[in-house]
């Protein structure tokens, strides 16, 4: 069975020869395996013989200079085309500290709208002329990543606490920027499907949830969001692929939202801040793929996470529905060793044969 064929059963909510299995390991991840046994180059993914997906990207960025500020051995001060300037760690691992956000009134909103114009050079065309046969002869499942909402804009151009407080002051600016990054993914994606380059899911990431609840109410998401949600799904759903999403933090009482929408799937189901991927499964599993849903904290621990997979696979994988992966990452906790035993293990206890 090719990779495709299994995330299509998956999606249709019917059983394949295995569960799929992709996860993203850490930079530090994949040299600390090197240092244990895995070849220097390998494809990580081909050595422990798991999933493939490939990825289509766009730019829709203000394009705002990129320069370096500072240059020291631990960091670069750095400015962005989104208008940031962050602190990026030259330590593997480390995550940018962010110094400076341009974009935070109405006025530098409209400065910034305005360098987003969108043509056909922030399509990567050369990209999808050398590698899309090869994905499509290697059977691989193609997605198109696509950039909007809450998430993507409080961490890339206005900061948590700004848009926080802008999503009360100033609701227009908000959804006007929301709007703005989903048309403009919406007519680079239509551009690249119209030139048969075809996919088979969009997805997108928009952390709403922290440990323990949401970032903003339902009310508040119903009102400012759900409508920008729905309508990429909608368009998704209009070419007859899927879409899912990218949610980190607890977001337990908003599924019935992205239900309602017609979501397709959901990713990571984040179990350390408060997701419960089984009842998520027993009351949405014959509507919504779930994927990830595995405490990456017990990764680091042989015995600790054999048991949880053995626990909570043979129910998230009933009658299709079920991506594996970790409910993050894959941190550099996790040895060799451990990674291989827990993909043999999913092997064995995620086949429908």
């Known amino acids: 069975m090719t990779i495709y064929e299994r995330f299509k059963r998956m999606y249709e909510h019917r059983e394949a020869d295995r569960v799929p299995i992709i996860d993203s390991p850490w930079a530090g991840t994949l040299r600390r395996w090197v240092s244990e ?63 400076d956000y341009h974009v935070t009134t109405p006025e530098t909103w409209a400065e910034a709208k305005a360098r987003m114009q969108i043509g056909e050079d922030r399509i990567p065309w ?15 499942w193609i997605e198109a990543n696509f950039w909007f909402g809450f998430d993507v804009t409080h961490s890339w151009m206005m900061g948590t606490e700004n848009l926080l407080i802008a999503m009360m002051e100033e609701p227009d600016m908000v959804m006007d920027m929301f709007d703005t990054y989903l048309s403009s993914c919406i007519r680079l994606f239509g551009e690249i499907w119209d030139r048969g380059y075809r996919f088979d899911a969009i997805t997108w990431p928009d952390d709403m949830g922290y440990k323990g609840t949401t970032f903003f109410s339902n009310e508040l998401y119903r009102e400012m969001l759900k409508p920008y ?69 017990l990764w680091d621990k042989r015995d600790e996470i054999v048991e949880e997979i053995d626990r909570v696979l043979p129910i998230l994988k009933e009658n299709g529905g079920y991506i594996f992966s970790s409910d993050h990452s894959v941190p550099n906790t996790v040895s060799l060793e451990n990674f291989r035993a827990i993909i043999e293990e999913v092997k064995r206890v995620g086949s429908y044969n």
């Open 37 to 99: 046994g895995m070849s220097e180059g390998a494809d990580w993914q081909e050595y422990f013989g798991v999933d493939k997906v490939a990825g289509i990207g766009v730019d829709i960025t203000p394009r705002y200079e990129q320069k370096v500020i500072e240059d020291t051995e631990r960091y670069q001060i750095v400015t962005s085309p989104w208008g940031v300037t962050l602190k990026n760690f030259k330590e593997l691992d480390s995550t940018p500290e962010f110094i």
């Open 126 to 140: 050369a990209h999808l002329e050398r590698n899309f046969a090869k994905w499509r002869a290697d059977g691989l």
């Open 229 to 297: 949600h729905k309508r990429a799904v909608d368009w998704a759903h209009e070419r007859g692929i899927v879409a899912r999403l990218h949610s980190c933090g607890n977001i337990m009482t908003r599924i019935d939202d992205l239900v309602d929408i017609g979501l397709d799937g959901l990713n990571p189901l984040e179990v350390k801040a408060g997701m419960d991927p089984v009842f998520l499964k027993k009351k949405y599993g014959d509507r919504l793929l779930l994927h990830g849903g595995v405490n990456a904290v």
